[in-house]
Nanobody, 126 residues
Framework: QVQLVESGGGLVQPGGSLRLSCEGSGFSVDWYSIVWFRQAPGKEREGVSCVSSVDGTAYKTDAIRRRFTGTVDKVKNTVYLHMNNLKPEDTATYYC???????????????????WGEGTQVTVSA
């Protein structure tokens, strides 16, 4: 049974940092791409970062690339999203997802992915 569990969210001041974790079970995170999405209140879910054994780490925008880093720990079967210089507009629920169809980063469309975690809340506020 495929499961994804996110953790690491919280309240942080602008300019602060957080590390989000996405622990997989029922499969190896090395086999399939793991994609981070986020969803702010009233907004659509948007892609943030993709970690893949084939493509490395991809980021949705250059602005995200400058502040966020996606990594993987194969021993812990966990993918991380290191977020630095956080801004209030980063406030959202962060989700990780996979499709178990490809090991590469194929899509930023949330509908493409079948398996999702419950999400972890990130709030950036003074």
């Amino acid at each position: 049974q495929v499961q994804l569990v996110e953790s690491g969210g919280g309240l942080v001041q602008p300019g602060g940092s957080l590390r989000l974790s996405c622990e997989g079970s029922g499969f190896s995170v090395d086999w399939y791409s793991i994609v981070w999405f986020r969803q702010a209140p009233g907004k659509e879910r948007e892609g943030v970062s993709c970690v893949s054994s084939v493509d490395g780490t991809a980021y949705k925008t250059d602005a995200i690339r400058r502040r966020f880093t996606g990594t993987v720990d194969k021993v812990k079967n966990t993918v991380y999203l290191h977020m630095n210089n956080l801004k209030p507009e980063d406030t959202a629920t962060y989700y990780c997802a996979t499709d178990r169809r490809t090991s590469g980063c194929r899509s930023w469309d949330a509908d493409y992915y079948t398996y999702w975690g419950e999400g972890t809340q990130v709030t950036v506020s003074a």
